[in-house]
């Protein structure tokens, strides 16, 4: 916290008056003077509103003389509340009760202070300052009353197709009605964001897409999503002060920036057909070598046969001018760089631009990224005894793990299975086992394999034999995995996403998807055992589109306070921020001119 008092010293409130001192402070020095007197302190801020890293004054009077105040607001420690009921689903916040600093001030000899300070990082909404007496827990009576406000800052502000942008928000809070924030790019819903755990700090990327020129991006509050458009007209403050309603809609914009993209060639043109130099050094190689060929025949002839076989020199001589002519007019109206498919632009407008307006012409390079959030796997704790480790313990569908047993009978013969979940939504999940591998255990007790993650539902797996509790049998967490099936083409394409290790519960069994920063729609992956493809046709105009994969929550319970906090099957932009850390994904496809498929 930035702290900075501002101090008067032991100078009297009518002596500041006549120093010159604002006439608000002198009104409030001249009240403190008298509830002094009458031992009621008092407590402003100023201003009584701003967002995360403002500066704002605090200013006390009554309290008593040369002591140090402590200055802090009670907060809380909030993250998502996940029960099992039937399956894991979201069924509200929970948080405990904790206290930020603000900082500290000397009150004068007269018991006032004023002390300026930085707005600290904290939820959203409305906060009460408090006073008090040192590190006593004890406080003053008087209290002020201060806003935390949203903020987003969006950067940078423009840039080609695919260019990544950060939003960065401060502010947000987290009871009802202002969990989520929702983001619409060009008036398409793209997603909405949280800062339940992050003490109502948060950032993430999205990817600039369409045609170059200006591009909007709005922000709104609103449950159950997607955004609520009018919160100036909604219930008024007296009604929602428990619900800290945000001080939004926030706008921005972004200029996307003219690129083109150069394809590679599918010609089969041959090479001289691109270039002339070698085709005019073979040209004048076959003709040199015919006259010296020529000239050398006609020397070693008997001469009454020379004049006869002159007559023929001529002849080749007129031919290989013909041919010289004819390479010289080639090389005038040949191209001279290698043949290269059409260029592919960024709108149908700019495919009619000059190179130089169109912009740069760049290689497309297809991008694949993933976010994932750190997940702490539950680890085996036993150390004796017959005990199963798996290594990596957080893998993906397809990748290689280690397993590991020891401290079993030695030379026995050891059925390996495998745990996931079958049921419905319906009549809930069964932990089942499934057999996974007959292994003999060394003299030693131990044994040791590899083998590939099976496509299985992502989450928790088990790997045991016998009787092993949770402490010893092996733990591996599979962890989602997306491709492409395809990466350009012309408009029509059909372009599928492909996906592994979706989950099993409320709040895993689903993704969203986006194109172009607009919502499309949910896949679910639990009756596939985990596996998703999911088929989008590609739209727009030639140049780079994008496609975003998110996390999502499928359901959970119908309570009205439930609903105000949790956006089922919308996009989540803050992965960091789900009940369950599930990645997020985002893939560019280049859509290429020519006829539609």
Known sequence: MELRVLSRGSLGPVRLC??????????????????????????????????????????????????????????????????????????????????????????????AFSV????????????????????????????????????????????????????????????????????????????????????????FTIYASGTPGIHYISIYQGYPGPGYLNPQQGPPASETQSWFPPDIPYYANFTVTPEQFATQSTSTAPAALGTSGPAAFGAFAVVGAALA??????????????????????????????????????????????QVAPVATTSTAQSSMSTASAGPTVTFTPVATVVRPHINVLTNLAT?????????????????????????????QLPLIWTTRQGSNLLGYQLVNKPLRNVTAAGDGSFSFTMKVPPDLGGYHYIAAGNLTRNSNGTIFIQRSAVLSTTQGPQGTQIQVIM????????????????????????????SGGNVTV?????????????????????????????????????????????????SFHFTFLMTPGPAV
Request: charged share 10%.
């Open 18 to 111: 006549l120093l010159g001192t604002s006439a608000l402070l002198c009104v409030l020095l001249l009240v403190g003077s008298a509830n002094a007197a009458t031992g009621t302190p008092t407590m402003t801020v100023s201003p009584t509103a701003a967002a995360v890293g403002s500066k704002v004054t605090v200013t006390g009077l009554g309290f008593p003389p040369s002591t140090t105040v402590s200055l802090r607001w009670p907060s809380v420690n909030a993250s998502w509340q996940v029960q099992a009921v039937p399956t894991p689903q979201v069924t509200g916040i929970k948080s405990t009760t904790t206290m930020v600093n603000l900082g500290t001030a000397q009150t004068d000899a007269s018991g």
């Open 116 to 203: 300026q300070l930085v707005v600290p990082n904290d939820y959203g909404g409305q906060h009460i300052i408090q006073a008090f007496n040192g590190t006593s827990t004890v406080g003053f009576a008087p209290k002020a009353v201060f806003t935390v406000e949203p903020s987003f800052h969006i950067s940078p502000a423009s840039g080609p197709d695919g260019t990544p942008i950060t939003v960065k928000a401060t502010g947000l809070s987290y009871g009802s009605y202002s969990t989520s924030y929702h983001l619409s790019w060009d008036n398409s819903y793209a997603g909405y964001m949280t800062a339940l755990s992050s003490s109502g700090s948060t950032n």
């Open 293 to 338: 060929g020529g000239a050398l025949f006609v020397a070693r002839t008997e001469p009454e046969r020379r004049k006869a076989i002159s007559k023929v020199l001529v002849g080749i001589v007129v031919i290989a001018l013909v041919a010289v002519a004819g390479v010289g007019l080639f090389m005038a109206t040949a191209t001279t760089t290698p």
């Open 384 to 412: 004796t005894g017959p005990r199963i480790t798996v290594s990596p313990d957080i893998a993906t569908v397809g990748q290689n793990i280690t397993v590991n047993g020891q401290g079993f009978t030695p030379n026995s």
């Open 500 to 527: 592994h290790g979706v989950g099993w519960d409320f709040n895993t069994n689903i993704v969203a998807v986006d194109y172009d920063n607009s919502y499309i729609g949910y896949a679910c992956g639990f009756n």
């Open 535 to 583: 088929t989008i046709v590609a739209t727009g105009a030639p140049g780079i589109h994008t496609i975003d994969v998110y996390p999502s929550e499928w359901w959970g319970p119908s309570t009205f306070a439930n609903q105000q906090i949790v956006e089922y099957r919308y996009p989540v932009l803050t992965p960091q921020d789900h009940p369950e850390l599930m990645p």
